[in-house]
């Protein structure tokens, strides 16, 4: 179980924000650089970045951080979403080193899209899919799109993605606990590795999401839990390296 630390940006700054909502956020750093660098001396193996102003402006607008924090990584693998939407955002990103590019709203409403993105960069291709209640929001999670989430992550299995982010939005920056059901549901539902998201709260979500781990969940990005100090990340990791060993 891979525990991958997310770096959101908005505004040029690290955020966390409670249920997708812009307006309701939490600066936890100024410099996003420096808070890589301090989750890679912690061990970090892979950083989830998140470009939130682009998510909804739909192009990106802190791509030079994220160059920044692809530079400060080095080997470290990085994936990125927010506001990818053309092939010519996909090539940026691929050629200033970023591993995994992220597709949320795109892949929902063009799914050819996704398609033809994993023929151009063949295993570099992630779908996150957003859901509340069930169904799958796009925009930024500002828009329900009234599609279940298991029907939306079919559409990808045979299309070369090489997993799916699932975020509850529900959860997502509230500390309540991760939902481990409906991620494992859907894990069980596809034939693509599946990385939880949202409501990481302690070491008893990482330890549950281990215990789930045969249903296809190989990592979960974890955000508000390591800021605040409630999940310690080389602790999360050695959990994650004892369930993987077993």
């Not at 600066?27 to 950083?47: H, I, K, M, S």
């Not at 570099?124 to 599609?147: F, K, P, Q, Y």
């Not at 299995?157 to 991760?178: C, H, P």
Request: charged fraction near 25%.
């Amino acid at each position: 179980m891979l525990i991958i630390p997310a770096i959101d940006m908005k505004e040029g700054r690290c955020v966390r924000l409670r249920q997708g909502r812009m307006d309701d956020d939490t600066v936890f750093d100024e410099d996003p650089v420096a808070v890589a660098r301090r989750w890679l001396d912690q061990g970090a193996r892979r950083l989830h970045l998140v470009d939130l102003d682009g998510a909804f402006a739909g192009v990106p607008v802190n791509g030079e951080l994220v160059a920044a924090i692809v530079a400060a990584a080095g080997e470290v693998p990085v994936q990125i979403g927010g506001g990818i939407r053309t092939h010519e955002i996909a090539d940026a990103y691929i050629e200033r080193g970023v591993r995994w590019l992220i597709i949320g709203t795109q892949a929902v409403k063009e799914p050819e899209f996704v398609s033809a993105l994993c023929k151009r960069h063949p295993g570099h291709v992630i779908v996150g899919l957003d859901a509340r209640d069930g169904d799958v929001a796009t925009e930024g999670w500002a828009e329900a799109s009234g599609l279940p989430v298991i029907d939306v992550a079919r559409r990808f299995e045979r299309a070369g993605v090489a997993s799916i982010v699932y975020t509850d939005i529900g959860r997502d920056g509230m500390m309540k606990g991760v939902n481990v059901e409906a991620t494992a549901a859907l894990a069980r539902e596809i034939d693509l590795p599946v990385i939880a998201s949202g409501g990481v709260t302690n070491i008893d979500d990482i330890h549950a999401l281990c215990a789930a781990a045969d249903s296809g969940i190989c990592g979960v990005i974890a955000g508000r839990a390591l800021y605040e100090g409630s999940l310690d990340l080389p602790e999360a990791q050695a959990v994650g390296d004892a369930q993987a060993a077993n």
